[in-house]
């Protein structure tokens, strides 16, 4: 007699599917939502909703707020998140490169991944100056508006663009944002070329950037690794833009290296 396995969706636990869901509605627009806003989106009855919720609550997973009509994230989110990022092995591996760099600059440092659009900080080391940065570990950054991000895409061809933003048109961010794939391949062609991404006052005002990408043992980028840097410190004369990005491209390097990545070339600035 011959078996065979049931179909995969066989296995799935429809209530938890149902939980997860209901998760994923909560977003840095949408902190807050009520119980008849999660039912109507996800289609299911309200006492169906209402059971979730509670569950979720029990765990940490949800909080109640405004009277306990809404309900918004909790954190045991946080928490899992925290330990999800703490096992990568990039994290284990980068953050004290960071705080090596951190110390050699005086600038805060920044480690990146890509997620579909968006680059998200996975490692950040502060420093003590009185710039304050809005980016934080979990802070999802747009790929194509942050040099963080041209980075993580100086690999990809015109057709890869393309296929990643299939209606070639992008929203800005600041006067400098590329407006379409073209012009995003420009930048992101040029920061290839020369082996790191530098600029100032791309994303945000008075605030500059220095970038190198991380690899694998396959050579695939798997990382951005960054300073932030306000550009009133830089017009200072304190710090040396090109010996800044040897510092991070050293750092970068040093990474891929323990990813198992080896060339035997490198860029020259």
């Known amino acids: 007699m011959s078996t065979t396995l049931p179909a995969q969706q066989n296995y799935t636990v429809p209530g938890l599917e149902r939980g997860l869901r209901l998760l994923f509605e909560f977003n840095r627009n949408e902190q807050t939502l009520t119980a008849p806003e999660l039912a109507k989106r996800l289609d299911l009855p309200r006492t169906t909703t209402f059971r979730l919720l509670a569950t979720l609550e029990n765990l940490g997973f949800v909080q109640r707020v405004e009277g306990g009509h809404t309900y918004k994230l909790g954190m045991a989110i946080l928490r899992l998140g925290f330990e ?6 990039l994290t284990q591996l980068g953050t004290p490169i960071l705080e090596r760099v951190r110390d050699q600059t005086g600038l805060s440092c920044n480690l990146a991944i890509q997620d579909e659009h968006s680059a998200v900080i996975i490692s950040k080391v502060a420093a003590p100056t009185p ?3 809005t980016v934080h570990v979990g802070t999802r950054l747009p790929l194509h508006a942050t040099l ?3 980075v993580l895409l100086s690999d990809m061809k015109p057709a890869d663009l393309l296929r990643l933003y299939p209606e070639d048109t992008l929203p800005s961010f600041s006067e400098r944002t590329p407006t379409n794939t073209a012009l995003l ?11 790191y991404g530098y600029d100032e006052g791309y994303f945000e005002p008075e605030v500059g950037s220095a970038a190198v990408a991380v690899r694998n043992q396959h050579g ?4 951005a690794l960054g300073v932030t840097i306000p550009v009133s410190y830089l017009h200072s004369g304190k710090q040396d833009a090109l010996l800044l990005v040897n ?3 050293n750092a970068a390097t040093e990474l891929s290296q323990l990813l198992g990545y080896h060339s035997n070339s490198a860029a020259t600035i």
């Open 220 to 223: 695939h980028i798997v990382a």
């Open 84 to 89: 999800y990022l703490a096992s990568l092995e």
């Open 148 to 150: 963080l991000g041209r």
């Open 247 to 249: 510092t991070v491209r």
């Open 185 to 195: 391949y420009e930048l992101i062609h040029q920061d290839a070329e020369r082996g």
């Open 131 to 133: 710039f304050v940065s």
